[in-house]
């Protein structure tokens, strides 16, 4: 999913979220990939038989309207969409007594693997929302001297990836052995613990892909030492995105590492905008002839394949960005999309909300 469909998707996200029934007659259906229409009008047959028995006038008659405007639509689509479909209808006014049957019809940016019926006073929207969460995927370290936790940030999904111990005794010292020897040993014990985890960590994140970043969370100082003394990759040292103070080990602390690291995670979005938003108007400064900016003159240059990177302002509405995301896959230019939040951002609008870093130098400006 690209950025132009995520947010296109976030966009009917939200307009649905605001609609609820003022009974149980807004109607969810989601269609899963692969699944035949034929088999799905069936059901909706089956449905409207059963909504004939609602004992409410006009609950039953909006339900009703909701399910044959499903069945035409149906038809009209024919079959079913490589990734299915998520279907929504039902009565959005908010006057009592009075019809407003609206449908939408979402055809999701990723494979639906749910199919689902339900007529509720409000729509259901997790499967779709769960498709919008972040595809980066963010490596997680909770240590302390006894046990370490390496973890995995998916979206809004943690996952133990593995729990290590190290062995390392207590502060009460045992068996008669003097204080210096016991601090050796214990010190010994902790540097090769450290050496473990740095080895683990480096067996689950060197190679992987879309590995964003790692935050890494621990008391003070054991987070520090570790760093300092545990032999970690250098390719993973540059990779770490936070440190943060955590008491926990485990599933609960990866949870409150992940927590205490939002402010972070958030910034991640705006670098990424940043970064391509500095590259644009550096290469309008030193190399104008590579830019094109404004809708005009963009429009022109993509249908001329010369656009590599396409910027787009989320300000343009919905439309506009389908217009120009439609363009840029006729030539495989990436989109990026940017907001008008920072500096850069208000910037990129004043030139339109709409630029492109060219493949090749056109003419003169």
Not at 91 to 100: A, H
Not at 112 to 126: A, G, H, M, N, W
Not at 132 to 155: C, W
Not at 228 to 250: H, N, S
Request: with cysteine; aromatic share 6%; hydrophobic share 35%.
């Amino acid at each position: 999913m690209d950025e132009v469909q995520r947010y296109e998707l976030e966009q009917n996200i939200e307009e649905l979220k605001k609609y609820r029934g003022r009974h149980t007659e807004l109607i969810t259906m989601y269609i899963p990939a692969g699944y035949t229409l034929t088999q799905v009008g069936k059901q909706i047959e089956t449905e409207k038989g059963t909504a004939a028995n609602i004992k409410s006038k006009g609950t039953r008659k909006n339900v009703i309207e909701a399910l044959e405007k499903i069945s035409r639509q149906l038809k009209l689509i024919g079959k079913t969409p490589k990734n299915g479909l998520a279907i929504f209808a039902g009565n959005v006014s908010g006057e009592e007594g009075q019809g407003d049957i609206k449908i939408w019809v979402i055809e999701p940016p990723k494979p639906l693997k749910i199919k689902l019926y339900r007529c509720d006073q409000t729509f259901v929207l997790e499967p779709l929302e769960e498709m919008i969460q972040s595809d980066d995927i963010y490596g997680l370290l909770v240590i302390e001297r006894k046990e370490a936790t390496i973890g995995l940030l998916e979206g809004k999904e943690i996952k133990i990836l593995q729990h290590l111990t190290s062995g390392v005794p207590g502060k009460i010292r045992a068996g008669g052995q003097s204080s210096q020897r016991f601090h050796r040993i214990t010190e010994g014990l902790a540097k090769e613990f450290f050496r473990r985890v740095a080895e683990s960590m480096k067996q689950h994140f060197f190679n992987m892909e879309n590995l964003k970043g790692i935050l890494i969370g621990g008391p003070i100082p054991t987070k520090e030492e570790f760093l300092e003394t545990g032999q970690l990759a250098t390719k993973l040292k540059e990779k770490i995105i936070a440190v943060k103070d955590i008491g926990d080990t485990e599933m609960a602390g990866l949870k409150a590492l992940v927590n205490a690291s939002q402010d972070v995670l958030a910034e991640q979005e705006i670098i990424k905008q940043k970064k391509i938003l500095d590259e644009f108007f550096s290469a309008l400064g030193k190399t104008p002839n590579k830019v094109a900016y404004g809708e005009v003159e963009t429009e022109k240059r993509l249908k001329e394949g010369a656009v590599g990177k396409l910027i787009l302002s989320k300000s343009l509405g919905k439309e506009k960005l389908k217009k120009f995301e439609k363009l840029a896959e006729q030539t495989s230019a990436e989109v990026h999309l940017v907001t008008n939040e920072t500096a850069e951002g208000i910037q990129f609008d004043n030139l339109g909300g709409v630029g492109g870093i060219l493949r090749f130098s056109i003419g003169n400006k």
